[in-house]
DNA sequence: CTGTTAGCGCTTTCAA
DNA sequence: TTGAAAGCGCTAACAG
């Protein structure tokens, strides 16, 4: 019993690409013999729907082969289920795990993750935002708190739900996830300086927290009179290799250090390797220090110690904190700040 | 001079979401004296335009603050801009790789990256694959050649340009850019039995391509009538520590090993801190090789021996092959398989 | 619970 | 080089 099913139509676009479109919404409804906006509704809000009605725009959509069309609904009612999520990079593993936890959580919500990454530049991450924009995401997320003004007023005017994360601040665009990177330095040093650490060095890579923490560690250090005695900087992302060679640096400048303090798991790692191969005590000697040790995608093994922050679930609250705004925006929300907070590692006797 | 400026439209959606809605192509056509489609003009082909109008409409979108929508765009013209990668998971470190290998060929053609998560299962890649679709995007990059039939056929008679990666097949759905993982597995029991390795043991992920690669391996040993002593499975993505446990728990069941094959760098570096801590000379007395050794986000230190495989050009390729359909689609070109190689990267002297 | 009407904002097509 | 008309396929708003 053949009812008039749509015929395939073979499209020919300018860009001469020739594809088939299928059924659209209203030739399902033609076959079952309701309107569109019932069909529309059968799909995505059942229970408004007479179970009658349900079964015959169900069995209209198996004839038809109808396959679900999101573009012109989100045109129509300016809901895209798309969330954007801009990173520096993905070769850093607290941003793998982060785009893990961001994803997971959108995905249950039926959303979907729209992935841009600015190389820890500016005016790239500008130029994101404004492509970003022009598909109109029902929410973005962002690294870190350092952006250019016209980002900033770009964002703002969008009206976009905007979640900043990795950091703190006391002036948001929107929403802020993150902790405080001055503490976690100050955090570091304390906790070394209590187990006698007393020769420091520091090895890290170019990235702007971690600057930051660096700060706070010097800045705790000074306090009792302490400086650090050299810095190795390795390029973004900190690698295994660079991280054995920057120990290599550091250890051959200065045999006597008692403390390397990493920016990355992965330099901390190296730095091991190499404390390894030279015959030093880890951490009875030299105690290593790195920064992640995260849930996913890596975990650090004694005899390292390191601060544990949790990339998965920054990413997960990030989207959490779209959702909400996004179905709550009625009760106009106030902007917030999430402190995550971070945990130290203690491994050894150090 | 205040000439006929769009008004701010204070929308209020159902869902309550109380937003600003900017200027559109018609408001700025408006007050630049021109029809709407000369602006689309003016903005996405300026060519097609006269200098003169060009300048117009250009203070016009100024005057008007006008902000691009590809959303309309998208619709009328079946293009999204929009490519699509489906990934087990980015906690391993060779995804991460082709993911930034992806964005950046993406980024550069004016494309952007829509990204899902299957878990390593079929059904989720399935249900993904479907609201994937649902976007109409211009492209779909799979993991693996595995997929169910029903995820074959929809991506098919989908019409959109598909392509499968990391593998090799000789029945793709669309497109295949890989290598042989099984031939990995040859090569490294080749590769170990001319430096006289003879007692072996596999340190592995749960993962059906490093399950390939072992069965290669498996079958090259037996060729020589040496058949694995030991294997140890982690959980999948395959971290330090599990390497480093599962290193543990094979050499204490198995003191003269002189070969570990391990299924991912993460695993192997494990397996050498390990080896380290027991005083094990490596590789002069036992062999531990990774697999992986990416460009971006990691990399092997010797004395560990690696199968080096570039993600980040498999991402990009990927990308690529995409972008090629997409402009020569008149051309109707054929299906293609590219392998993308590996290469053995020997280090000391085993 | 279901239908009618009127778009969403841009592009395509064809004509001038 | 520019414009007019006609959608793209779906949803919002309101009426029945």
């Not at 169900?58 to 045109?75: D, I, R």
């Not at 959303?111 to 130029?127: A, K, P």
């Not at 040093?189 to 060095?201: D, E, M, V, W």
């Not at 051959?252 to 730095?271: E, F, K, Q, R, T």
Request: aromatic share 4%; with cysteine.
């Amino acid at each position: 019993m053949q009812k008039d099913l749509p015929e395939l139509r073979l499209l020919t676009t300018p860009t001469a690409q020739l594809q088939v479109s299928g059924a659209t919404l209203v030739d399902v409804a033609r076959v079952a013999g309701v309107s569109p906006i019932t069909v529309s509704r059968a799909l995505n809000q059942p229970h408004l729907v007479r179970p009658n009605t349900l079964a015959k725009v169900q069995a209209a959509v198996q004839e038809t082969g109808y396959a679900k069309n999101m573009q012109p609904g989100a045109l129509a009612s300016s809901r895209s289920k798309l969330v954007a999520l801009v990173l520096p990079t993905i070769s850093n593993q607290i941003f793998a795990d982060m785009v893990q936890g961001t994803s997971d959580t959108l995905t249950e919500a039926g959303y979907q993750l729209l992935l841009g990454f600015s190389g820890y530049e500016e005016w790239r991450e500008e130029i994101l935002v404004e492509t970003i924009l022009s598909r109109r995401p029902d929410g973005i997320i962002l690294t870190g708190t350092l952006h250019t003004d016209s980002t900033r007023r770009r964002l703002q005017q969008a009206g976009t739900p905007v979640v900043e994360t990795w950091d703190m601040t006391a002036s948001p665009i929107d929403t802020v996830i993150g902790f405080s990177h001055e503490e976690v330095g100050h955090a570091t040093a304390t906790h070394l300086l209590q187990r006698g650490r007393k020769r420091f060095a520091i090895l890290t890579a170019g990235d702007p927290r971690a600057a930051r923490r660096n700060q706070g560690l010097q800045v705790a250090l000074a306090k009792q009179g302490i400086s650090v005695m050299a810095t190795h900087t390795a390029a973004v992302p900190g690698t295994l290799p660079a991280g054995r060679e920057g120990a290599a640096r550091l250890l051959d400048a200065h045999p006597d250090l008692d403390a390397i303090v990493c920016s990355s798991d992965n330099l901390a790692h190296g730095a091991l390797i190499e404390a390894g191969s030279r015959g030093l005590d880890v951490p009875g000697k030299l105690a290593v220090m790195g920064f992640g040790d995260l849930n996913f995608s890596s975990h650090t093994v004694p005899p390292l110690s390191t601060v544990r922050v949790d990339g998965a679930r920054i990413g997960a609250a990030a989207a959490q904190a779209i959702l909400e705004r996004l179905d709550g925006a009625a009760k106009a929300q106030p902007a917030r700040s999430v402190n995550t907070g971070f945990e130290l590692i203690q491994r050894g006797s150090s």
